[in-house]
């Protein structure tokens, strides 16, 4: 059943992103935005203080058109896929290579420092009012709370006996997602993307999921060619926009 969000507040406050980049942010709780929104929308945030916005927008001419109109700024587009697995659709628990394997404490080192340097395509790093060593820590506490969740569990492809990739998946009933997948620059080309998205399909199979999803950046494409090879194929694409409201010196 689809989730009604114009049931919702117009906007809602962002406890761990505010905390975490130091800004008080918020999202609004619109696919579509009305001319309707826009009062309400600046209302809450004047009285919550909000300094960024984030809209997380359906791709229809008039949203866009009206979220520039009205300070709205576009910063990436957001592309997810999905794929059936399950018993039909069963692949080898072991990819072909056996280079992957599940992640432990002695990857974690590693995993940071990977992933501070492999997510620029985030819409973070095409914000300018975010800190670039924000961002690069943004994903070094993902990573590393994806290694310490108990709904979530990380394999890494590993090469020369060191972890040089990594994909963090989780499940919801019936439907797995990659929460974070990324592979060392070095090793860029040589199968370790595809061993890792095996992987994440075998170990979705395992958990009993039947669907599969992964999110990721419109400019991003040797990603979105990755999973469009391992059968995945485009459910949806919208558009972040953040808003700022700067004050005055």
């Known amino acids: 059943m689809t989730h009604d969000r114009s049931k919702e507040a117009i906007c809602s406050y962002l406890e761990w992103d505010s905390q975490f980049f130091g800004k008080r942010i918020a999202r609004l709780n619109r696919e579509r935005l009305a001319e309707a929104d826009v009062s309400l929308t600046q209302a809450w945030c004047a009285e919550h203080k909000i300094d960024c916005l984030y809209f997380l927008a359906d791709s229809t001419e008039h949203t866009s058109h009206l979220a520039k109109q009205n300070g709205f700024v576009s910063v990436d587009l957001r592309v997810t896929f999905e794929r059936a697995v399950g018993d039909q659709h069963r692949l080898s628990p072991e990819p072909a290579d056996g280079r992957t394997r599940p992640a432990s404490q002695r990857d974690t080192e590693v995993l940071r420092r990977l992933a501070r340097r492999l997510h620029h395509d985030s819409r973070f790093y095409f914000d300018e009012h975010f800190e670039r060593s924000k961002c690069d820590l943004l994903y070094e506490t993902w990573i590393d709370k994806s290694l310490n969740s108990s709904d979530?569990?990380?394999?890494?492809?590993?090469?020369?006996?060191?972890?040089?990739?990594?994909?963090?998946?989780?499940?919801?009933?019936?439907?797995?997602?990659i929460g974070l997948l990324g592979v060392a620059e070095a090793n860029a080309g040589t199968g370790l993307g595809t061993a890792l998205v095996r992987q994440f399909l075998a170990w979705s199979t395992g958990q009993g999921a039947r669907r599969a999803t992964v999110v990721t950046q419109g400019r991003n494409v040797p990603a979105q060619r990755l999973y469009q090879r391992c059968g995945f194929l485009t459910s949806s694409v919208q558009h972040w926009y953040h808003r700022w409201f700067l004050k005055e010196p």
Request: proline share 0%; hydrophobic share 40%; glycine share 8%.
């Open 152 to 177: 979530q569990t990380v394999f890494v492809a590993e090469v020369a006996g060191q972890a040089a990739g990594y994909v963090a998946c989780q499940t919801d009933r019936e439907e797995s997602r």
